[in-house]
């Protein structure tokens, strides 16, 4: 799986999944400034275009490490406004992540970007397990693993730090063999 040297558009309705472009760094600028969007990725917390277009060019290499972070576009006009990433953990094993920009929240990116990337990990890549971890208070997040069919497993305790502390997860998923 490491081999997928150029990621594929995934149509995802309203919105479409594509590579990340210089032509972004709009929306690496506004989420910046989130709470938690700096804390859980490599998105600059201090953001000036260096910095905005060092981001872009590390996503350009993820695929060679068998990470794959697609923007999440409006289908309309091809604007960024967020980004759904999967990290395969080994033959049968991936995880996920999401996150969409203040300003475009709520009209459907997140839910619509899991299950497009959702889609692609399990019947593209033919993965049999995609993970993803939640904090339990992000009712946001935990709304958006539902609706793209994502079961909740378990609190994992301690299991990652955010912002230096260690935080408790949630942990879903969702199978190739739904069951
Ligand atoms: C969580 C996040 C990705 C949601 O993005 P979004 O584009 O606003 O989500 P959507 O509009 O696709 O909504 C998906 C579902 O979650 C619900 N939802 C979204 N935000 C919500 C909120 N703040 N409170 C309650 N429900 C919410 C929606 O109603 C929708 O549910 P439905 O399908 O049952 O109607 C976004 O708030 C975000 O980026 N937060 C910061 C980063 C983050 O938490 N990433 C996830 C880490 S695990």
């Known amino acids: 799986m490491?081999?997928?040297?150029?990621?594929?558009?995934?149509?995802?309705?309203a919105y479409t999944l594509r590579r990340w472009e210089t032509g972004d760094l709009h929306v690496v600028r506004e989420v910046s400034a989130d709470p938690l969007i700096p804390l859980i990725t490599t998105v600059p917390a201090v953001y000036d275009d260096a910095a905005g277009?060092?981001?872009?060019?590390?996503?350009?290499?993820?695929?060679?490490?068998?990470?794959?972070?697609?923007?999440?576009?409006?289908?309309a006009d091809g604007r960024a406004v967020g980004n759904a990433g999967l990290r395969v953990i080994s033959?049968?094993?991936?995880?996920?992540?999401y996150w969409v920009a203040p300003s475009a929240r709520g009209a459907g990116a997140a839910g619509a970007g899991l299950r497009a990337i959702t889609d692609w990990g399990l019947r593209e890549l033919g993965i049999a397990r995609l993970e993803l971890y939640v904090e339990p208070w992000n009712t946001g997040s935990l709304r958006t693993a539902e609706s793209a069919g994502y079961v909740?497993?378990?609190l994992l305790r301690d299991w990652q730090r955010v912002g230096g502390e260690l935080k408790d997860m949630l942990m879903y998923a969702a199978l190739r063999r739904p069951r």
């Open 2 to 13: 490491g081999d997928i040297e150029e990621l594929p558009v995934l149509p995802a309705g």
């Open 53 to 75: 277009r060092a981001f872009v060019a590390r996503q350009w290499g993820r695929p060679a490490t068998g990470q794959y972070p697609f923007v999440i576009a409006r289908t």
């Open 91 to 97: 033959a049968d094993r991936a995880s996920v992540g």
């Open 152 to 154: 909740r497993e378990g």
